[in-house]
């Protein structure tokens, strides 16, 4: 459909950045009419791109713009800018529910008000959004919804660390499970989800320094969701895959959506075909997960030998000019063969470490198997990769976190 029509109007949420904006620019190429609806109007110190930015890139792509200011949890800037995009564009076909929030935390450590965002604007804003579309899409001869949420699978491994996340983001899948029987026949409603992490300002944030290297480019999203949306409209109710729709497509070549060809990717959320399938592919990778089946172990006494000899280092590397620049205080409290709790104080005097709880109360608390924390002072295991699995739990201050990985690149140079 796509391919044949100039004057296809899509309907983006979130699309100044990211995802969105590459879907946007995917059918600007082919003359497309794009309702860019995000919140970025001025831009932001932390993210890149505005609705504005945007709508000139679509335009130099070759299609048709209309930027508008859209927070998606307000009902009346949603309507103001579908009636906006039918009285320019005279109607709407597509409808991409992009805009998302992420929040990557336990229940006792999500605040209130990131559960609302989230359920605010994955799971009311999708559902709101598309009943707003509806009418319009009603009317077109192609009629689609995709909305980029993951297939439903209800493993407790993937509530378990992030419940409230999940759920927001399942509720999107929700919309799409109900809404293609509702109107099958009528509107074709799909959702798409990356098999990879994919490289956007949000997993930057989540993943810190270094994390783009195990990501694909969003453009491989947006040639899946081109592949989608040049269906008709009887094709619905799919919970699509990147990767797996481009293979049935005839792609071979995956490395032109990586960062770093050749890199070993960070797979992503919620596509366990079974628990083992992913424990392989995630150890392959450097990383332990967290719903890996723990070893049995007869030892009821924590053992210090390894956690010792890693401290030992940690103590060699650690002086004034460390403390100076990190001003944390951290506590490790360690889990499996070599379990007990251990801190580093990098706040005061030239620095401290050893086991038990620090003298005073921890600025960053990481929890996580002792196997796993030999891994990642040493460099084998990277910290985002131990976090983005689940394998690493952190309360506190993230930036403190961050700061950890200065003193993990010390010590290697150190060769532990």
């Not at 709407?92 to 008000?113: C, F, R």
């Not at 209800?154 to 799409?176: D, E, I, Q, R």
């Not at 592949?227 to 797996?244: A, C, M, N, R, W």
């Not at 709790?341 to 990481?366: I, N, R, T, Y």
Request: glycine share 10%; proline share 6%; aromatic share 6%.
């Amino acid at each position: 459909y796509l391919q044949n029509k100039t004057g296809c109007t899509l309907f983006i949420t979130g699309a100044s950045r990211g995802i969105g904006k590459a879907i946007a620019l995917k059918a600007a190429r082919d003359g497309a009419n794009v309702v860019i609806a995000a919140k970025t109007s001025e831009p932001h110190p932390k993210l890149p791109g505005t609705i504005y930015t945007a709508a000139q890139e679509v335009e130099a792509a070759g299609g048709k713009a209309l930027p508008c200011v859209v927070d998606i949890r307000d009902e009346k800037q949603i309507g103001e800018a579908v009636q906006k995009a039918v009285d320019t564009f005279g109607g709407i076909d597509i409808l991409v529910n992009n805009a998302s929030a992420i929040s990557l935390t336990g229940t006792l450590e999500t605040p209130m008000k990131k559960v609302d965002l989230m359920l605010g604007i994955n799971l009311r804003g999708t559902y709101l959004t598309s009943k707003l579309v509806i009418p319009h899409l009603l009317k077109s001869r192609s009629p689609h919804i995709l909305n980029l949420s993951p297939p439903l699978n209800l493993n407790p491994v993937w509530f378990k660390n992030h419940t409230a996340y999940t759920m927001a983001k399942y509720g999107m899948s929700m919309c799409v499970l109900g809404m293609a029987e509702e109107f099958r026949g009528q509107i074709a409603v799909n959702a798409l989800w990356p098999r990879t992490a994919i490289q956007t300002a949000a997993m930057d944030m989540l993943g810190g320094d270094g994390v783009g290297k195990q990501c694909r480019t969003a453009d491989i999203m947006a040639d899946a969701a081109y592949v989608i949306l040049s269906q008709p409209k009887d094709y619905t109710g799919h919970f699509l895959v990147d990767e797996d729709l481009l293979r049935q497509q005839g792609v071979q070549d995956f490395d032109q959506y990586a960062v770093q060809p050749g890199h070993p990717l960070l797979p992503d959320f919620f596509l366990d075909e079974a628990p083992e399938t992913l424990v392989q592919q995630m150890e392959k990778h450097g990383a332990t997960p967290a719903f890996k089946p723990p070893a049995a172990s007869s030892a009821s006494s924590p053992s210090s030998g390894p956690i010792e000899s890693t401290f030992d280092v940690i103590r060699g590397v650690i002086n004034e000019d460390v403390v100076k620049s990190t001003q944390g205080i951290y506590q490790f409290d360690l889990s499996g063969d070599h379990g007990g709790v251990w801190f580093l104080d990098l706040k005061s005097g030239s620095g401290s470490a050893g086991q038990g709880e620090p003298p005073v109360k921890a600025d960053v608390v990481m929890t996580m198997d002792s196997n796993d924390f030999s891994k990642m002072f040493s460099g084998k295991l990277k910290p985002t990769m131990a976090f983005m699995t689940g394998k690493l739990r952190i309360k506190g201050d993230m930036t403190l976190a961050i700061k950890l990985e200065k003193l993990m690149s010390r010590m290697n140079k150190a060769k532990l």
